[in-house]
């Protein structure tokens, strides 16, 4: 099999000049809304912070055991709510549960900075 000549192709790039090619392409997008500190809070109480300027969520990357994603995937549909809702939801009822446990474990971490 015979090699393509390359020479023969235009290979001129679609920009002629660094202007065109550094040009910022979302120039007529519009500003993002700034949000208040409270529009802020209330965002972060819905969980609804995505692609919201200045109001962002703390976020992780969990492993999770395939029966316990099940579970989550299952009973998040069954309760119509997104799943990071659920979650957060079992979390919650978790942390009120244990709201003794949770502030003397805090003030063990004071004692230990």
């Known amino acids: 099999m015979k ?3 390359f020479d023969a192709i235009d290979t001129m790039p679609a920009f002629t000049d660094i202007e065109t090619a550094a040009a910022d392409p ?3 997008r519009k500003p993002r809304r ?3 500190e409270q529009e802020q809070q209330v965002l972060r109480l819905q969980g609804s912070t995505q692609g919201r300027k200045g109001a962002h969520m703390q ?4 492993s999770i055991l395939p029966g316990n994603y099940e579970y989550v995937k299952t009973m998040a ?5 997104p799943q990071t809702e659920f979650i957060n939801k079992i979390i919650s009822e978790h942390r009120q549960r244990n709201a003794e446990v ?3 474990a805090r003030q063990f971490q004071k004692l230990l900075k």
Do not use: T
């Open 3 to 5: 090699k393509k000549d």
């Open 34 to 36: 700034e949000y208040s």
């Open 26 to 28: 979302v120039k007529d």
């Open 102 to 104: 949770y502030e003397q």
């Open 59 to 62: 976020r992780m990357n969990i």
């Open 77 to 81: 549909a069954a309760m119509a709510m």
